[in-house]
């Protein structure tokens, strides 16, 4: 699955101390836009991930003005979201976002099928082997305990 993803996803990655394991489920194409890795700031997790061709930089020269301008009128959302909304639009990729209107933006231009969220991409590394599910509601926590925005979950929830 190729994914364009949003600052709030990758910065809860981070948070959650599982940026790498989430790199590396297999079946997932990383991608980013110039307008999300901006919003991520100095986050180093993401720039040593695009030099390494863990991430793959996305040209904003690939979107429409007006579709990018459209996309932003209809929703209101941020420039990321905005700009990952347009390449699905525009590519076919799927999303990850972990913002509730973004999600709902998702959901009625291109689809559920093609949304992801920090908590479903824990959820597959549970499911790959890549850490246990101990594990990954430490970094759930680890994610609310540094601002992030996610529903409420248990344990048992990551099992």
């Keep these: 699955m190729k994914l364009a993803t949003d600052a709030c996803s990758l ?3 981070d ?32 720039q040593d991930a695009i030099d390494a061709q863990k991430i793959v930089l996305l040209d ?16 209101r959302l941020g420039p990321g979201e905005t700009e990952c909304i347009a390449f699905a639009t525009t590519l076919g990729v799927a999303v990850c976002t972990d913002d509730r209107r973004a999600r709902e933006a998702v959901v009625a231009e291109i689809g559920a099928t093609r949304l992801v969220g920090t908590i479903g991409l824990l959820k597959r590394c549970v499911m790959s082997g ?3 599910s101990s594990a990954a509601f430490e970094a759930y ?15 048992a929830d990551f099992a």
Excluded at 149 to 154: D, N, S, V
């Design 141 to 155: 926590g680890r994610m609310l305990a540094a601002g992030a925005f996610l529903p409420a979950m248990t344990a």
């Design 11 to 13: 910065i809860n990655l």
């Design 60 to 75: 904003d020269g690939l979107l429409g003005v007006e579709t990018f301008m459209s996309l932003r009128r209809k929703y």
């Design 130 to 132: 890549i850490m246990t």
């Design 15 to 46: 948070s959650g101390g599982v940026f790498a394991n989430v790199l590396n489920l297999p079946g997932f194409e990383w991608n980013v836009g110039p307008l999300v890795v901006q919003e991520c700031g100095a986050l180093q997790a993401l």
